[in-house]
């Protein structure tokens, strides 16, 4: 049977940002109820790393003890379902899942998270964050002295190689087509021995030691691990339902408490725009948004009596 369900805070996106805001509010005896399907970004990764206290702990590990501790907060309520579709309507918020029930809040936080995008390269989704990696500060550590392939081009990858070099001398750009550096770069490339391939990258795959990158020309490389400049996709579909401003990246527009620009809304976590992409500043973010839910809320209730 469908029902309409009201709750304070509703947080969409049970990962690191939305369990982290569940605990602040459960702790803040605040009505909330989290939302999740179930697919954080880091899914596929087998270790989370760069994280305080937790250095490499499985991802999946890190968000069952997150709610093994929120079973103490009576207040928090954890549902499996997806939002589909949120309106702020009489100052509170309307939101649609697709268990059937409507659920009306008082504020929402949004921690969907984001999408990497992932070029047509077949095998790369299979290696995708165990051999081949988007992040140095993630799993740069695993791989340094090692040699390595980085599929990206241009500004984007010169940059990124700036960061990768001071781990990987043996380096090589994999552009998949006509590398589109300047001049400047490519000698500036060339001077360091960072070989550019512009010939069609045809598969990845899996191999003792790492991995076998094939062009069409034929050659065959054998590398320890690869970096992948994706594109992302920010999971801002519900924010965009509701009124909020989007940065220039995609990402939602917070400000230093998580607040966006729609009054009531707060966003937290990898979707929020010019948050370090990281886990730990997920959690961070999360903790930051549901304190300032409860803020708000604690304000407006005292100023009411
Ligand atoms: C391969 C890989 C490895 C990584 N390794 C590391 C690492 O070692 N260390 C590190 O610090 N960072 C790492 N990261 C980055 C890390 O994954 C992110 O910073 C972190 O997951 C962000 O947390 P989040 O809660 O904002 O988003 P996510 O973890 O992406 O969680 C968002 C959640 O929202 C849910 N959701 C989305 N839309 C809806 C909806 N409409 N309704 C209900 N639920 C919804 C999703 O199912 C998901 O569970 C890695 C990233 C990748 C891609």
Redesign the pocket.
């Known amino acids: 049977m469908q029902k309409t369900i009201e709750t304070e805070v509703a947080v969409?996106?049970?990962?690191?940002?939305?369990?982290a805001a569940a605990l602040t509010l459960g702790r803040s005896m605040r009505n909330a109820i989290v939302?999740?399907?179930?697919?954080?970004?880091?899914k596929?990764?087998a270790?989370?790393?760069?994280?305080f206290t937790r250095d490499g702990t499985p991802?999946a590990e890190l968000l069952r003890i997150a709610r093994e501790q929120l079973v103490l907060y009576p207040t928090v309520q954890i549902e499996q379902?997806?939002?589909?579709s949120a309106r702020a309507e009489h100052g509170r918020f309307t939101l649609q899942?697709d268990n059937g029930h409507t659920y009306h809040a008082q504020r929402v936080i949004i921690?969907?998270?984001?999408k990497?995008e992932l070029p047509a390269i077949p095998g790369v989704a299979e290696l995708?964050?165990n051999k081949l990696?988007?992040?140095p500060?993630?799993?740069g550590w695993e791989v340094k002295d090692l040699p390595v392939a980085l599929f990206g081009n241009g500004e984007m990858a010169y940059e990124f190689t700036r960061l990768l070099y001071h781990l990987n001398k043996d380096l090589v750009i994999c552009t998949n087509g006509p590398a589109t550096f300047t001049e400047e770069q490519r000698k500036s490339l060339a001077r360091r021995n960072v070989t550019v391939l512009e010939e069609t990258v045809e598969k990845v795959e899996d191999a003792p030691g790492g991995i076998l990158i094939t062009f069409s020309n034929g050659t065959v490389l054998h590398k320890s691990a690869a970096y992948i400049k994706?594109n992302i996709v920010y999971?801002t579909?519900?924010a965009v339902q509701l009124g909020c401003e989007l940065t220039e990246q995609g990402g939602i527009k917070v400000n230093a408490q998580c607040e966006t620009s729609v009054q009531g809304v707060l966003a937290?976590?990898?979707?929020?725009g010019g948050?370090p992409?990281?886990?730990?500043?997920?959690a961070a973010?999360?903790h930051l948004a549901g304190a300032m839910c409860n803020n708000l809320l604690a304000k407006e209730e005292f100023e009411k009596e």
């Open positions: 969409i996106g049970g990962a690191t940002a939305g369990l939302f999740d399907t179930g697919s954080p970004r880091n596929p990764a270790h989370a790393h760069n994280l991802p379902a997806a939002i589909t899942a921690a969907t998270g984001v990497d995708w964050g990696f988007h992040c500060y993630c799993h994706t999971h579909e519900l937290a976590g990898d979707v929020a948050t992409q990281q886990v730990s500043a997920a973010g999360g």
